[in-house]
């Protein structure tokens, strides 16, 4: 038995969908690692097919498609290194569903498979919806070294580490497709440590990384040694293929050289979470670059300075569309904004259109004051204009609705909700504001000092869809708003628990109202960057007609 072992880290970014094209990366990966000296890589979770696969895991097709790439590339294997990949592997028995499997290539062929057992069924994940699960872990031997593969969630709980380590394994290679949240790397991190303790074997965890819809995979591979210490961190956010170089000693095996890479956290994290989310969701698309409106506002302004780090200023195009409301503050801030990023920025004043529909509208209205509905025109003016131009130069349009916005309804369907992706989807108020700063302060990709000029940052934020008009006109101030909007999303916190943090009960019940009634809003509005514990989507599915309310107890 040997007493060196090199496995390379595979950490990168596969297709949904993309069989070819993630078998072609994987020989890339391969090829690489074998002249790295490598005697095996690790690839991430489901890498044939991408994950998560959702119902395409179902399609037949699909499963030939893995079966017959995982044959092609086992025979890249016959001169080294071996492989663990992931793939969809087609049902053993009509009526059964697939399983999230893992192949083990060595010598020219498929050596054996681990099926995953665990399957997560929450949040984000509903894996018992399109896969059967592994009725057991699974033990690979490489020149009489004994590898254990639990698969994601296979570690989320003791029984299948345990299992593999009974079974005699010395290593636990762990494959994962584990997307990014704020918390998510301290939560992998406690979690693989447990396991480590209770084992005594050390791991090696590989993650996948890009942007899937509205997940993003943040990389963050890393070694634990058996006693928990961290022996290796792969970046954040990167494509990365790392050796890992093992020595067999009396106490076990123990990882003797591997990378260590800084980890970001805070507003960079969230920052860096959203160029990958957009960059991956436009370019895997098939989309040449966006287009949004750049308002003069703080949402507009950090969208462009997304777009503009993901895709490169030339690939972004923004457009004012002003009205008779929009302030000259906001026509310079757009300008001095689009002028430091490097982005083209076009006028078109809806002042014609919205005038026209004035005429058509005007004598069917009976004599009605007005009110929110030519409010509304104006957003929708922008949204219909926004649209042409999106079909017309076939670019994908970005929305700007923050996650405050578009917890109470302050957004308008079929208006500024128009358009292809969101960035700010998942991001408060708040939170825009602290990665605005944190933007300013940084120029991380060599596209803009300093992009978002300090006015924007400053002012009160403001629709002008009316004179004077301020956001809180009609709303709490956004620390205030947010905080009770964590309460009652994130938290799932009854109305009792919010107003005892001295929060007004008047106003939290107004918000919860709010929240409920906009949520037929919230289905139709485009996808974005998961970034908290609970995205609106595939996070948090609320009813669209709900008659339940919450009340404060009063005495």
Not at 223 to 243: C, H, K, S, T, W
Request: charged fraction near 25%; charge should be negative.
């Amino acid at each position: 038995m040997s007493t060196r072992l090199v496995i390379a880290a595979v950490q990168a970014n596969p297709t949904v969908g993309a069989v070819e094209g993630n078998e072609a990366l994987a020989r890339q990966q391969l090829a690489k690692a074998r002249a790295a000296g490598a005697d095996i890589a690790l690839f991430p979770e489901l890498f044939l097919c991408g994950y998560p696969p959702e119902d395409l895991a179902l399609k037949p097709a699909l499963w030939r498609a893995c079966k017959a790439a995982v044959e092609r590339l086992a025979v890249e294997t016959r001169d080294g290194p071996a492989a663990l990949i992931g793939l969809i592997w087609p049902p053993e028995t009509p009526g059964a569903k697939p399983r999230n499997a893992l192949a083990y290539l060595a010598d020219g062929a498929v050596q054996g498979l681990a099926f995953k057992c665990d399957l997560p069924n929450y949040g984000v994940f509903d894996e018992k919806r399109v896969f059967d699960p592994g009725l057991g872990p699974e033990v690979f031997d490489l020149r009489g070294i004994k590898l254990g593969a639990p698969i994601c969630e296979d570690i989320w709980s003791s029984r299948v580490c345990m299992d593999l380590k009974a079974r005699g394994a010395e290593i636990l290679l762990v494959p994962n497709g584990s997307p990014f949240r704020r918390t998510s790397d301290d939560e992998r991190l406690g979690v693989a440590r447990a396991r480590v303790a209770e084992t005594g074997l050390p791991m090696l965890y590989v993650n996948q990384v890009g942007g899937q819809d509205e997940l993003v995979f943040d990389g963050g591979s890393f070694v634990l040694q058996a006693d928990g210490e961290l022996a290796m961190r792969l970046p954040m956010f990167e494509e990365a293929l790392a050796l890992t170089t093992w020595e067999k000693r009396e106490a076990g095996w123990r990882c003797v050289d591997a990378p260590m890479h800084d980890w970001c956290s805070g507003a960079e994290e969230i920052y860096r979470a959203m160029v990958l989310g957009l960059r991956d969701y436009v370019r895997k698309s098939g989309f040449p670059g966006v287009l949004l409106g750049l308002s003069g506002g703080v949402d507009s302004a950090i969208v462009a300075v997304v777009a503009a780090d993901a895709l490169g200023p030339a690939s972004v195009r923004c457009f004012m569309l002003p009205s008779r409301y929009t302030s000259a503050e906001s026509l310079e801030d757009a300008a001095a904004a689009a002028k430091a990023l490097g982005v083209r920025l076009d006028e078109i004043p809806i002042e014609p259109a919205v005038q026209a529909f004035a005429q058509m509208l005007t004598p069917l209205y009976e004599g009605r004051a007005p009110d929110l509905t030519e409010e509304n025109i104006q957003a929708r003016t922008r949204g219909l204009s926004l649209m042409a131009l999106s079909n017309k130069l076939g670019l994908m349009l970005l929305t700007t609705g923050n996650k405050s916005e578009m917890a109470v309804g302050y957004a308008t369907l079929y208006g500024d909700m128009c358009g292809g992706y969101n960035v700010l989807k998942d991001l408060y108020k708040t939170d825009v504001y602290a990665v605005c700063a944190w933007r300013n302060a940084n120029d991380p990709f060599g596209v803009a000092t300093s992009p978002i000029p300090q006015r924007i940052l400053t002012k009160p934020p403001s629709a002008e869809l009316r004179p004077d008009q301020k956001d809180q006109d009609s709303l709490p101030p956004y620390e205030v708003l947010d905080a009770i909007l964590h309460g009652l999303v994130e938290e799932e916190a009854t109305l009792d628990e919010i107003t005892a943090r001295g929060f007004d009960a008047a106003t939290v019940e107004r918000v919860q109202r709010l929240l409920y009634g906009s949520e037929y809003k919230r289905r139709q509005a485009p996808p974005g960057v998961k970034i908290g514990l609970r995205a609106f989507g595939r996070d948090r599915r609320y009813p669209i007609v709900n008659g339940f309310r919450d009340a404060v107890t009063r005495p």
